[in-house]
């Protein structure tokens, strides 16, 4: 009776281990029938089996065309049926997909971010106007407190002026601005307020917990 044991370890490697061992034989089975009428009906009977063995997928755009694509695979591109859908290959299942290409940004001032150059790429491209200038100053706050949580210290106006002039390319200057940015406090107003709401849930959180192990008489 030991001898009779065989061990999955020892038996044909499964292409796609989802449909089953029983499933992979029955392709197997349709590669050995010699008339091509009679692979056509093992074909067409396999592709119902595999069907009704993936309901989830039945919503699934070209839902048949990925049964009959899995079929050819399972078949290691050996089975010669009639499918209503262009065969897959070898090679193109096995090619290696392409690089992909990573936006190289090396930004002068990283504390600013990526985006806040495409920003003022795109003020750039307005007329002048009320909305160009208040964009403008929407930009320069943003760099403010970007400034700000990255020194964790003040800075003053000019600083930023400088900054949005060299990074646009001296097209935006408001330098000799008689506007002031936000002041800090309002700027990281936001982000103190954060963090006190989260302290007080934890705190309520600890004591729920502390009055739920409290015995009770």
Request: charge should be positive; include cysteine.
């Amino acid at each position: 009776m030991i001898d009779i044991l065989e061990y999955n370890t020892e038996r044909e490697h499964l292409i796609i281990p989802e449909y089953g061992r029983h499933m992979q034989k029955m392709i197997n089975h349709a590669k050995t029938r010699e008339t091509k009428e009679e692979r056509n009906k093992l074909a067409k009977a396999i592709i119902a089996v595999m069907g009704n063995m993936q309901p989830h997928l039945r919503d699934v755009p070209d839902f048949q065309h990925k049964l009959w694509d899995q079929l050819f695979i399972m078949a290691d591109f050996e089975l010669d049926v009639d499918s209503p859908y262009p065969k897959p290959s070898r090679e193109e299942l096995y090619a290696r997909p392409e690089t992909l290409k990573y936006p190289q940004n090396f930004p002068k001032y990283r504390f600013y971010g990526n985006n806040i150059k495409t920003m003022i790429d795109v003020a750039n491209t307005w007329e002048e106007g009320e909305m160009k200038e208040a964009l403008v100053y929407t930009i320069a706050n943003h760099m403010k407190k970007c400034f700000l949580n990255w020194n964790k210290d003040t800075v003053e106006d000019d600083v930023i002026f400088n900054h949005l002039f060299e990074l646009s390319d001296g097209k935006i200057n408001l330098k000799g601005s008689d506007e002031d940015l936000s002041d800090a406090t309002s700027l990281m107003r936001s982000k103190k307020k954060y963090t006190n709401s989260n302290t007080k849930k934890t705190h309520y959180k600890k004591n729920n917990n502390q009055n739920r192990n409290r015995k009770r008489y």
